[in-house]
């Protein structure tokens, strides 16, 4: 079945660094991206997403993008803060509009100050 | 946060007794979902609703039953809980800004099932 890919599962940056989380997504139909951050105890909640028309968005330090070709997106964060400190799930909707999405495993990053 | 309420939201049972979770939402929205999410498993489907009375099956649903009678609340009922099914449930909802896709999640509610 469809699956998403996510790596890595664990990232350490020292503070100021920038830290990058790849995702592989298998349904060439998904056409919608978004991307959660996690903090402890907490629900996941929504930090950008893109979509399938899109090679890339920017949200201020945040940014995502998308090489559909290769069935490929990227979270990128730079100039890292401690606050930044959580686990990030990357996520793909089925191509079979039943408005579902599937999740990847999660990348728990840790900004050292 | 997104008109989402779940409830309860911490609970502890025994093996073989019967477990209801609600998710409740004050925004009218068609499509909800409960999830499951385990470590390193990150957050798999376990029912989807796409309007009242209308449910479908997720990746993880063996064991779990659901019921959506109103469109504010969607109910997870596991029949007869087993140790497997301890696990933190998330409720969602999408389209809060009239796109489909965007899933808010509630708060949460976290079984253990001993």
């Known amino acids: 079945g469809e699956n998403v890919e996510q790596h890595p599962s664990t990232l350490s940056v020292q503070e100021g660094d920038s830290a990058v989380i790849k995702c592989t997504y298998s349904d060439s139909a998904s056409n919608y991206f978004p991307w959660y951050k996690q903090e402890l105890g907490k629900r996941p909640q929504l930090i950008i997403d893109?979509?399938?028309?899109?090679g890339e968005k920017k949200d201020q330090r945040i940014a995502v993008t998308l090489n559909k070709t290769a069935k490929h997106f990227s979270l990128h964060i730079t100039e890292t803060q401690p606050e930044d400190s959580a686990v990030y799930f990357c996520a793909a909707s089925r191509g079979d509009s039943s408005y579902k999405l599937i999740f990847g495993s999660g990348t728990r990053l840790l900004v050292r100050p | 946060d997104a008109g989402i309420t779940q409830s309860p939201r911490h609970k502890v049972t025994e093996t073989g007794t019967p477990v209801t979770l609600r998710c409740h939402q004050t925004e009218n929205h068609r499509y909800m979902y409960w999830y499951r999410q385990d470590p390193g498993h990150g957050l798999r489907l376990i029912h989807y609703?796409?309007?009242?009375?209308?449910?479908d099956k997720g990746e993880v649903s063996d064991g779990y039953s659901v019921s959506r009678s109103k469109t504010e609340d969607f109910l997870l009922t596991l029949e007869s809980a087993t140790s497997s099914q301890t696990s933190v449930y998330f409720c969602?909802?999408?389209?809060?800004?009239?796109?489909?896709?965007?899933?808010?999640f509630g708060p949460g509610t976290r079984l253990t099932v001993l």
């Open positions: 893109i979509r399938s028309n899109v």
């Open positions: 609703s796409y309007g009242v009375k209308d449910t």
């Open positions: 969602a909802i999408t389209g809060l800004a009239g796109l489909i896709n965007e899933q808010f």
